[in-house]
């Protein structure tokens, strides 16, 4: 049987998602699951040491039966700037921060019809993934301001003007690659949260 047969089998039976099978050097085998989604149910459960644990003793004794060689397992959970595949993951993330890689360069017709805002060399974006419909047919777009980085302590003007929101279609053919933008809080709570018991 192949890897990926053997691993999917595994995990799926477990009742987690295969997200993906990476190979490295040195023999390192790297698998990522997530558990199960589907539309209209809430996303609020996270892989957790457990979960890894279990899926790697039964992917240890499968593997061993099957004879694939490897030096080192390693099962974990997608992260925060996990990877999305297919049509399922982009529906879950719709409305998230988004990097996305085109597999070409947007071109010199779209960068000319941005008011020469896009380069036509461009080929990375990072803004909101949204569903579209265009004549019946269900698509998608990454929304984004391409606003100059404020470093620490700057202050910025009130009276300063937004630069326009800017859209750009896509198929998932087009796409490289596309993952969650890896954002992250290091100022704890946000307003509204429930404040800490003594």
């Known amino acids: 049987m192949a890897l990926q047969q053997i691993v999917e089998q595994t995990v799926t039976g477990l009742g987690y998602d295969l997200v993906e099978i990476e190979r490295s050097g040195g023999g390192l085998l790297r698998i990522t699951i997530d558990h199960p989604w589907e539309p209209g149910t809430a996303d609020d459960?996270?892989?957790t040491v457990e979960d890894c644990e279990k899926v790697t003793r039964q992917l240890q004794f499968a593997l061993?039966?099957?004879g694939v060689e490897y030096r080192r397992l390693e099962v974990s959970s997608p992260g925060i700037d996990r990877l999305l595949r297919g049509q399922k993951d982009m529906e879950r993330f719709a409305g998230s921060l988004v990097d996305i890689v085109l597999k070409a360069p947007?071109?010199?017709a779209l960068g000319e019809a941005s008011g020469g805002q896009i380069s036509a060399?461009?080929?990375k974006f990072r803004g909101t993934l949204e569903s579209t419909l265009h004549d019946g047919v269900a698509g998608w777009q990454i929304v984004w301001r391409d606003e100059p980085l404020v470093k620490?302590?700057?202050?910025?003007?009130?009276k300063r003007v937004a630069p326009?929101?800017?859209a750009l279609g896509f198929t998932l053919d087009?796409?490289?690659e596309i993952r969650l933008a890896p954002v992250v809080?290091?100022?704890?709570r946000r307003p509204g949260d429930a404040p800490l018991a003594d």
């Open 121 to 123: 060399s461009r080929k």
């Open 152 to 158: 620490p302590g700057q202050r910025v003007s009130r």
């Open 164 to 166: 326009p929101l800017q």
């Open 174 to 176: 087009e796409l490289r």
């Open 45 to 47: 459960a996270f892989v």
């Open 64 to 66: 061993e039966v099957d």
């Open 106 to 108: 947007v071109g010199k």
């Open 185 to 188: 809080d290091f100022k704890g």
